[in-house]
């Protein structure tokens, strides 16, 4: 890799962290102090919301601030359709859920704990709040930081390292707030979001690919598995119906790309 190029991966990487760090202390050494004097949703919402997209986005901005931004000179290659969100929901969940829930089992096997939200977390008394975090704000904040910041800058690697890089960077801090499986399972979602990001130019699609990842992982999951029956149920859903139909678009994906429409003219990805 080129020095230029191992430069703008360090200093992505650089501002991530100051982001990621910024959230963290702030949750570990702030947030504490508040208890007794401000209420637990105000809590709530200052260190999973407003510290980390203020303080902590706006220090990644200003790190990141003045590098190059890639673009993709050729025509967009995906239009964006019901057929597409379908297409990308099914892999995204097909190919990211069995790796959760394989690395969930290994860790029962290991007598590790699980990471991850409880059911009594997303369905307690702050429901609400995880409602608007889960659907709503991590969604659309999550791929601005992400998909738009970070991705822009990578892609002057070229749209393929840019995908993997961009995918790792999204997958490490899920290993220490979520687990392990939560890792790899978000380093798969990372591919899945950043290649519709790149092919259709368009950020948006992304975000409601990960609301719905959100909706189906956080809300659907812990629903089904509220009995044996259920939790039967999802596994075999998970681990073996999804994954067929996602392998499968997977390779016609990557074999038959999809071709632009004639009115799709070059598209630069430097705006939403």
Request: hydrophobic fraction near 55%.
């Amino acid at each position: 890799m080129k020095k230029n190029n191992i430069l703008t991966v360090f200093r992505v990487f650089v501002a991530l962290v100051a982001w990621f760090l910024i959230y963290k202390c702030y949750g570990l050494f702030i947030d504490p102090l508040l208890e007794g004097y401000v209420s637990d949703s105000i809590r709530a919402i200052l260190s999973r919301m407003v510290i980390p997209y203020t303080l902590g986005f706006g220090t990644a901005y200003l790190i990141v601030r003045g590098m190059p931004k890639g673009n993709d000179s050729g025509k967009l290659r995906l239009n964006v359709t019901p057929i597409l969100f379908i297409k990308a929901f099914l892999i995204q969940m097909g190919l990211s859920m069995p790796v959760i829930m394989i690395g969930n089992m290994i860790l029962k096997i290991l007598e590790r704990p699980l990471g991850g939200m409880s059911r009594e977390e997303i369905f307690g008394e702050h429901a609400i709040f995880y409602i608007v975090l889960l659907l709503v704000f991590n969604p659309i904040m999550e791929e601005v930081l992400f998909r738009k910041l970070a991705l822009d800058r990578l892609l002057v690697l070229g749209e393929v390292p840019a995908i993997f890089i961009s995918a790792a960077f999204f997958g490490l801090p899920h290993a220490y707030s979520q687990g392990v499986p939560q890792m790899f399972g978000t380093f798969v979602l990372g591919l899945v979001w950043a290649y519709v990001r790149i092919n259709t130019g368009k950020i948006w699609p992304s975000m409601i690919l990960h609301m719905l990842f959100n909706l189906y992982g956080a809300y659907f999951t812990l629903f089904m598995a509220g009995s044996n029956i259920t939790a039967c149920i999802l596994a075999g859903l998970n681990m073996l119906i999804l994954p067929i139909p996602a392998v499968i678009l997977f390779i016609l994906t990557m074999s038959h790309p999809s071709t632009s429409s004639s009115n799709n003219s070059e598209v630069t990805l430097k705006s939403l």
